[in-house]
């Protein structure tokens, strides 16, 4: 039996199709207004209504500016890497049929993280567009590893989560090594706040590396929810219903892999943004892969966007890596998910 | 549609679990493999199913080697529910029975007319239409076996395989699935192989028993000739009477030694 944690959070009532809709425009319209508001809000102060006209560009001065120039790129990265990690979540709580399985708990992220590291340090001069595509080759080596160490017997919720600390270990002791060889100082402090996950000076440029491959792997994800809620079912019975198994769980693997690879290698290694997001979702719209990942998506962006903002107010003129306040956020929800979720015995 | 097998060598890596087995399964009837545990039962089922591969031999599925068919294919004409099977958290009995259309539909013609009508029509044979969009997690456990059946019908196939439908079941939604299996079978001429534990529940339900011992098949043929004292014994490892079932006239078969039954009685 490999169900691993199932969960019981809210005494929720029958999450169904019919509410979907009214959840979508729900969550969107909420990721809207965070949007709008948390531009505003900042040393300099825009109300609502004028960063509206701001982005519609109805309106010039400094305001403006700070919304369009400053606020607004480093927000839209923070939507980008929280969809990534919410849909990566998804996809690989659906295969390894493990509440557990995040990017950030089973070491998929730390891996990404690494192979970036690595290739900022060695690499210096490689442009920023180039970054999601190593951290993708260091994500897939990842759940290629976890896959042959966890996966063959079942992915019980320990087991996961054992391989998933090894690896990170393994992948933080790389960061670490590749950092203390950094002699630039500023350099290296840089590298220790991406470590903890940031979206703190992103701007454009990474907004053109990590979107495009959102925008290719979210479809390609959705073209394969099918055989995502199959796998959901256990092998055997995918299979029953005429499922090519191994091939279905290879490819949504490395779109896993992708999608967290390329939201790691913008914003490092935030966490719990892909272990949450799904959950809430699940809570939500229930357990067809379809709507779950749109809201998952959705939710991922809004509490990107929250967290986000929380780091920049919070001690400013501090901005706080947006990965502290997630894990301040999420680590207790995580406890709270093995305290009262009814793990499985095996 | 037929479904056999031939000089089947079926195991998991190390010694084979059945060597040199073949079979063929009557169409349009109810065949129950039975046997004691490790008996080789449920790992035919699956290679019949092709949810396992052979080592050696082939399963037919209308004279074809089934490993040479594509898996939709085989899924749009054989179904398998394996034993025990575990729904995702919070999925309703309406998208579970759904996903027995997966081999019916194309990338680009998802859900359509005809879907939706064999999603009604496994609802109503299972008699589970006013749960479908409760949470499949929160049914009791025959109306969760029901669900798992609804999808296996939803792909509407002659054939049906069954690993241990009743397992974990009380005795009366026990009883409850296996009329629905033979109602299955006789209303619609449904192929149906299962593996059963209960040797009383195969004699009542089974036109054809199939009994293994060791990976190889001891005894084949309707309950009647089969459920024999010298069978059960070579079969199971333990020595029965045979008496009439007092319901269908079939064979019906105690265990034939207890303490509790001393020859001068008890009260």
Redesign the interface.
Known sequence: MISGLRLRLLPAPAPGAARTPLVLVTTALVGLATFVVTLGLGEVSVAPADVVRALIGQADGDGAFVVTELRMPRALVACCVGAGLAAAGVVLQGLTRNALAAPELVGVSAGAHAAAVVVIVLLPDLPTSVLPACAFAGALATSGLVYGLSWRRGTSGSRLLLVGIAVTTVGYAIVLGVISTVEDLIHASQLVTFMAGSVYGRGWPELGAVFPWLALLLPLVALSIRELDALALGDPVARGLGVRVEAARLRLLVLAAGLAGSAVAVAGPVGFVGLMSPHIARRLVGGAHGPLLATSVLLGATIMLLADALARLAFAPIDVPVGVVTAVVGAPYLLWLLVRGRTNPE | MTLGARDLVLGYGGAPVIEGLSLQIASGRITVLVGANASGKSTLL?AL???LRPEAGEVLLDGKAIATL???????RL????Q?????????V???VA??R??H?R?LRRWSAEDEAALASALEATDIGDLA???V??LSGGQRQRAWIA??LA?QTDLLLLDEPTTYLDLAHQVSILELVAELNVRDGRTIVMVLHDLNQAARYADQIVALRKGAIVAAGPAAEIITEATVRTVFDVDVRIIDDPVTGGPLCVPATTVRASPAGRC
């Open positions: 699956r199913g092709r949810l594509s898996t939709r294919e085989v899924a749009r179904a398998i529910l394996p025990g099977p575990v729904a995702p958290e919070a999925l309703t309406r998208q579970l996903q027995g997966y081999a539909q990338l969009s409760r949470p997690d929160q999808m296996a792909q």
